[in-house]
């Protein structure tokens, strides 16, 4: 299970210093390393003591330690020191958390939100006061219930029927890969993370009394749209599935990069993928308008406008992958 440790062998000082919590060590370096930013842990360890100060000195526990998390990433992708986070949060794009955060979504921390840092990031954007739940609207479960029996079948628990209340998105995004994976949880969790080694076999429990014995035969070679054949001994008997291996194309895609000197040359904070446009070309936009939202590694960015002006390109279409840096947007300013 070496695979799932962070490298730390013993205790450490430094924690003293950055205050991550240890149920979060392990999981934003997992996130660092998916960014690209594997290189820059002991940055990103700085930056997140320092986004911890901007946000006020919050309590670091789930949820708020994401925010924590996602702010410091944020500033080791772009360059931000402390202080230029502060000298330029009315045109940084922040992570989701981050914005939502000090829109009040977590209620309000000890001591009060930090301004003026907090209204230059929330700008025009509604905040909540009090206690969030207080003004949250009601929810029938029942009929929630009945949308989600008739999109995903009878199999809905009261479980499913919660997760669905709490995190919509998530859910619904673990809904899709059951139907298009079933049921992976009855696999060793190696053989989730990692591929199988051919001759190795593996039992698969599918259920009570009812195991399988599974062995890699072997993999065959990739065809002109790469996809593989791979066979399987599936207990005893040879079975062959078609996979797609992700990197059999030498296709690369190459994309233009944000003009840094230029505001209306709008790019990437972070690596991701596009999952939503919020404005088209030819539109009216101002400062702080949402244009883009990226989604990496369960972390959500609405890049926004630095300018007032109209939109004259758009250089990404939903799902497309991009690095920090790429070229989204472009906007004349005026």
Request: glycine share 8%.
């Amino acid at each position: 299970m070496r695979r799932f440790e962070s490298g730390l062998k013993s205790g450490s000082a430094d924690v003293y210093f950055h205050e991550m919590p240890g149920g979060q060590y392990t999981n934003l370096q997992f996130q660092a390393r998916q960014l690209g930013l594997a290189e820059r842990w002991p940055a990103i360890k700085r930056a997140y003591a320092a986004a911890n100060r901007l946000l006020g000195d919050v309590v670091k526990v789930t949820p708020s330690s994401k925010v924590v998390g996602d702010l410091a990433q944020f500033m080791v992708q772009n360059d931000l020191t402390e202080e230029d986070v502060l000298e330029q949060a009315e045109t940084l794009s922040f992570p989701s958390s981050v914005v939502e955060f000090f829109q009040g979504y977590l209620g309000e921390p000890y001591g009060g939100f930090p301004e003026p840092l907090r209204s230059k990031v929330v700008r025009d954007r509604p905040k909540i006061t009090g206690r969030p739940g207080a003004s949250l609207p009601s929810l029938d479960l029942t009929a929630l219930e009945t949308s989600l029996r008739d999109e995903y079948g009878a199999r809905i628990r009261d479980v499913d029927v919660l997760s669905a209340a709490l995190y919509p998105k998530v859910f619904d995004e673990y809904m899709q890969f059951r139907i298009e994976h079933s049921d992976i949880s009855v696999l060793p969790t190696r053989n989730c993370f990692a591929p199988m080694e051919k001759g190795e076999e593996i039992l698969v429990e599918i259920e009570r009394g009812k195991t399988l014995i599974v062995q890699l035969a072997t993999v065959g070679e990739p065809d002109a749209e790469g996809i593989r054949e791979v066979f399987f001994l599936l207990n005893g008997r040879l079975r062959a599935i078609r996979v797609r291996d992700q990197e059999a194309s030498t296709e690369v895609v190459v994309r233009e990069r944000a003009n840094g000197s230029d505001p209306g040359s709008i790019g990437a904070p972070m690596p991701g993928t596009v999952i939503d446009l919020r404005t088209k070309v030819g539109a009216q936009v101002t400062a702080g308008q949402a244009l883009v939202v990226l989604s990496a590694m369960k972390m959500e960015t609405v890049v926004a406008s630095p300018v007032t002006g109209k939109v004259e390109r758009l250089a990404v279409s939903t799902g497309d992958a991009v690095k920090a840096g790429d070229l989204l947007c472009e906007v004349t300013v005026g």
